[in-house]
Nanobody, 123 residues
Framework: VQLQASGGGLVQTGGSLRLSCTASGHRMIDYSMRWFRQAPGKEREGIACISIRDGNTYYSDSAKGRFTISRDNAKNTVYLQMNSLKPEDTAVYYC?????????????????WGQGTLVTVSS
């Protein structure tokens, strides 16, 4: 499984971005995919996950209400729509995948990783 993340960039406080993560090399129907982020000097944080089969979602407290994870199974792609961005959302965002449904936010529970895309929110 190869994951390709994209969509990061520079945005002002209050702005929006949509990240994409496209999988290749395997049908993802029985996988969970999660977005993580890692800010400088901080631990990697799991922020949202989705079941590819049925679309179940789960969000961290920091993502609830502002971020929406979704998937397009025909494109083997998962999205993270981020609204009302804040400077503290600045981080490298990674997508990751694992077989089966899991709400786990531990990076150790995910087997496949994208390369990361940088999101910078200016104040």
């Amino acid at each position: 499984v190869q994951l390709q993340a994209s969509g990061g960039g520079l945005v002002q406080t209050g702005g929006s971005l949509r990240l994409s993560c496209t999988a290749s090399g395997h049908r993802m129907i029985d996988y969970s995919m999660r977005w993580f982020r890692q800010a400088p000097g901080k631990e990697r944080e799991g922020i949202a996950c989705i079941s590819i089969r049925d679309g179940n979602t789960y969000y961290s407290d920091s993502a609830k209400g502002r971020f929406t994870i979704s998937r397009d199974n025909a494109k083997n792609t998962v999205y993270l729509q981020m609204n009302s961005l804040k400077p503290e959302d600045t981080a490298v965002y990674y997508c990751a995948a694992r077989a089966g449904w899991s709400k786990s936010s531990s990076s150790y529970d995910y087997d496949y990783w994208g390369q990361g895309t940088l999101v910078t929110v200016s104040s």
